[in-house]
Structures are given as C-alpha cells and as structure tokens.
C-alpha cells in the first residue's frame, strides 16, 4: 500500500506466486559489489613450464578490464602472483578468494615466449545495466 516493493516475482506454478523478498535482492547485490573483479577468463594447461609448477592460459580477456590494463591477452600463461609459482592448480582459487578491491598484484605471465611481470590492480565487480 505504501508503494514500496517487498519482493520479485520469480515462479507461479499451480496459481501460486512465488517471490524472492526484496530485502534478500538488495542484500545480494549489495555484496556483489565488492566482489574483485580481473576480467579474465582461464583454463589449466597441461604443459609444465618447470618442475612441479602448474600453468593458467588466458582464453579471453574483457575490453577495459583491469586485466586488459595490466597488459594481458588472449594466449597468454599465467605461470604465478607476488613471486610465487602455482605448484597446484586449487592455488589460483586460493590466491582469488584472498583478494579485494584496489590490491596490487605482480603477476608472472609467459607472454609470446617471453617470462614478464604484469601488475595489476584489482577492480570491483561492474553493475550489470538495468533494463528499463
């Protein structure tokens, strides 16, 4: 009555309406928007590059991207961040879950055959647009 909305429909099945409350939408949201944001999409390699180190290749990297900032394209290997090679392939998804908004990595990357260190700055996860 007052205008305001208290949920999204998201099902009717059987006559009923099924909805998600607002408050659980905007909570939601809330959080994705200090989730850190790369801009790049991996897969593992099956190559070694040394002894008991294990590599990510880039597949696709998003057009203004802190990632694409950083200098990294399509092809490249990521072999490492902050001096330390991945050993295994659950240490990129350990290194990713520590990370926040604004912090500065020092990525070790095999880029056209070629070892470089990419610096990148961690952005925040972009709003999707809304549609009207």
């Known amino acids: 009555m007052a205008g305001e909305v208290i949920g999204i429909n998201t099902l009717i099945s059987g006559g009923r309406g099924y909805a998600v409350p607002s408050e659980l939408v905007r909570r939601f949201l809330g959080s994705q928007a200090e989730q850190p944001y790369l801009g790049l999409t991996l897969r593992p390699t099956k190559e070694n590059f040394s002894r008991g180190t294990v590599a990510w290749i880039v597949t696709q990297v998003a057009p203004g991207s ?41 990525l070790r990357v095999s880029q056209g055959g070629s070892l470089v260190i990419c610096t990148l700055t961690v952005g925040q996860l972009p709003l999707q647009e809304q549609a009207a």
């Open 66 to 106: 802190p990632a694409a900032e950083a200098g990294l394209v399509v092809g490249d290997r990521l072999l490492g961040i902050n001096g330390r090679l991945f050993r295994q392939p659950s240490d990129l998804s350990d290194w990713l879950d520590c990370l926040v908004p604004g912090q500065t990595l020092a």
